[in-house]
Nanobody
């Protein structure tokens, strides 16, 4: 499966963005999906994950209550709704798919990755 992440951009603190992760080649609903983010010099970190069925989700403490992950099976897409953005949310955001029913917090357990989309939050 090929993943294409888009929807990043520049936004002021307190604003919102909704990156999307579109899959091609295979049905994304057959995979658990995670969003990760990375800033230069740091390791890629887990942001949120959604199970294959969409019934189970997990959020990092740093984004809980502000970010929402969802999936649209008809569009073969997973979304990341980002509200109340903070400058510390600035990063390249990556989506990843895992051939499993459940997401993982570990980057090593994902089979496919998108190319990343840059989110910049100004203060």
């Amino acid at each position: 499966v090929q993943l294409q992440a888009s929807g990043g951009g520049l936004v002021q603190a307190g604003g919102s963005l909704r990156p999307s992760c579109v899959a091609s080649g295979r049905t994304l609903s057959n995979f658990a999906v995670g969003w990760f983010r990375q800033v230069p010099g740091k390791e890629r970190e887990f942001v949120t994950g959604i199970s294959r069925s969409g019934s189970t989700k997990l959020y990092a403490d740093s984004v809980k209550g502000r970010f929402t992950i969802s999936r649209d099976k008809d569009k073969n897409t997973v979304y990341l709704q980002m509200n109340s953005l903070k400058p510390e949310d600035t990063a390249v955001y990556y989506c990843a798919a895992r051939q499993s029913a459940l997401y993982s917090r570990s980057v090593d357990e994902y089979d496919y990755w998108g190319q990343g989309t840059l989110v910049t939050v100004s203060s």
